[in-house]
């Protein structure tokens, strides 16, 4: 079995790759060797599987085993892999997160319960038994809106790591830069502290966030990496550049429908083709089309 991250693991750029399709929808795991081999070629720090990018809303239990077992045959030790768990109930959760720990899986990324709103206690007891049935560790992934994981519910889960495997959080439309500067001064020496608000990025990153699991790492991942390495080496003013390009692309993926215009946009790309998405989000707008071709021309022409 692989080893199991701890929170100094999770740094960097560590893209939550797509889920490759073919005309019948069903899974291209050669189209997913290809796709993990070129982000770990890149330089990223590691992959996650069966994120929001990677349409895990739409996946059942075996396929994001055998996306796990893939992506882990291609990093072959040179990344870890993580896996998304984004569902309705402690029961499936469980369920993926057994199915993906047996695939490989060194740490799991796991959304609140979706589409119910759940109490801080529940979502306390679904971390809790996830990790209790898994033993994996886990990243909460704070992008619900209507339900977050609050800043206190998160000081809880620290607090109680043995019982809820807790090791990172990303936050992202489900949080806030307040929220995010709040954990980096409360518990960011407990676990490590991510940010995936693909449209502040460079503020997030710029403030202490150890990296980022975002949506526009698996889009333009040459792009995030170089403004986090800008970061980390006190370029500001090259990030800041990188960050405009980078906003300027999923701001014209998300006027619409976000996991159609991620694979629109990886498709344009030379080199990379990843299918259509999972209906009913499968359809993109030709206006929709035409932004991002104009956006992804832009971030081409970039001089890094």
Sequence with gaps: MPRLLTKEDIVGIFPPVVSPFDANEELDLESLRREVDFNVSLG???????????EGHALDAQELGQLVKTAQDVANGRVPV???IITTTTRDAVRKAKAARDAGAQALMVTPPIYQICSDDGIYDFYSMIHKESSLPTMVYNVLTNAPATVPLMQRMVANQRETGLIATKESIGGSLETLTELLATIGDKISVTWAHDWLLFPGLAIGATGSVSGAAALLPRHCLAMWDAIQSGNLAKAQKLHFVVTDVCSQISRFNWPAGVKACI???EGRNVGPCRAPFNRVPEE???????ALKRADAFEF
Excluded: D, F, H, P
């Design 82 to 84: 993580m896996a998304g």
């Design 288 to 294: 929709q089309l035409e932004r991002i071709r104009v």
């Design 267 to 269: 498709n344009m790309q």
């Design 44 to 54: 990223v720090t590691g992959v996650c599987v069966g994120g929001s990018t990677g």
